[in-house]
């Protein structure tokens, strides 16, 4: 017997597209996870950065280590004859009116086999900073009182007693808690680089200095210890003697500590 014929199913008349409402909603689901999901991404791009120049800042001050071992237990000169304006911890030049060099600094020796600092990658150079001190990979060092040879007088005033050779690493009561080297940059009409790190008040003439630790890594500034070791820190304090171009505050530059004071870049 011949079974009967089966039967057609009857033809859906869903396509299996979606709906223009179902389409908002996944366009404003989709949306919602960027926006959530960017910050995170942008966050954790730059704590890569950091890293990176927390590794740069710490080769650095490893160099200027080992260039105490080869210099009598001296740290590197931070501004080698300063009234001639020739040299620098991170280069050299011929001419007042040139940029430094960043091929002939005396920490290059000591900085790997391509001898050459390197750049935070956080940092954004402004068009000017080739005729400033360009080299320095925008970190600045504590030449107040880590690159010179200081002579202190009764009242706690200091006067530079030598400049071609900096302090002898066994002066410093605490290299632990005594700042070597930090992120950093000067307030120009924009951020651009600056070869020191300046303590909060000038130890020669006890007036405040304008401030030059750069604060750019969300808010905190890598810093390298005497020691050797390094970590980070939120600003503080900042404040503008008024010879800025720029606010300093408005481009993270100012101090970190709780004390108004030079203790923590001091031999004390």
């Not at 950065?49 to 490893?62: D, E, H, L, M, P």
């Amino acid at each position: 017997m011949t079974p009967p014929p089966k039967r057609a199913r009857p033809i859906s008349r869903s396509t299996g597209a979606f709906s223009l409402v179902e389409l908002l909603i996944v366009v404003s689901i989709l949306a919602l996870l960027v926006s959530v999901l960017l910050p995170s991404l942008a966050g954790a791009r730059e704590q890569a950065r950091a890293v990176v120049c927390a590794s740069g800042i710490r080769q650095i001050a490893s160099a200027n280590l080992m260039y105490g071992d080869e210099n009598n237990g001296h740290a590197c000169p931070g501004a080698f004859d300063f009234i001639k304006n020739l040299h620098r911890w991170h280069g050299t030049r011929d001419n007042p009116n040139e940029p430094f060099d960043a091929h002939r600094g005396p920490l290059l020796p000591y900085l790997g086999p391509d001898h050459r600092i390197r750049d935070c990658p956080t940092f954004r150079r402004h068009p000017t900073a080739a005729a400033f001190e360009p080299g320095t990979g925008g970190y600045g060092y504590n030449n107040a009182f880590i690159g010179v040879q200081l002579r202190e007088h009764p009242g706690g005033f200091f006067s530079v007693q030598f400049d071609r050779s900096g302090v002898r690493w066994n002066r410093l009561a605490n290299p632990a808690a005594t700042v070597m080297f930090t992120d950093a940059a000067f307030a120009a009409d924009a951020v651009i680089e600056y070869g020191f790190a300046e303590p909060r008040f000038h130890p020669t003439t006890a007036t405040r200095a304008d401030p030059s630790i750069h604060f750019r890594h969300r808010g905190r500034a890598n810093v390298a210890w005497c020691d050797g070791h390094v970590d980070h820190h939120k600003r503080t304090f900042t404040w503008s003697s008024g010879l800025y171009l720029a606010d300093p505050e408005r481009l993270g530059l100012g101090w970190f500590g709780q004390r108004d004071d030079n203790s923590l870049f001091d031999l004390k």
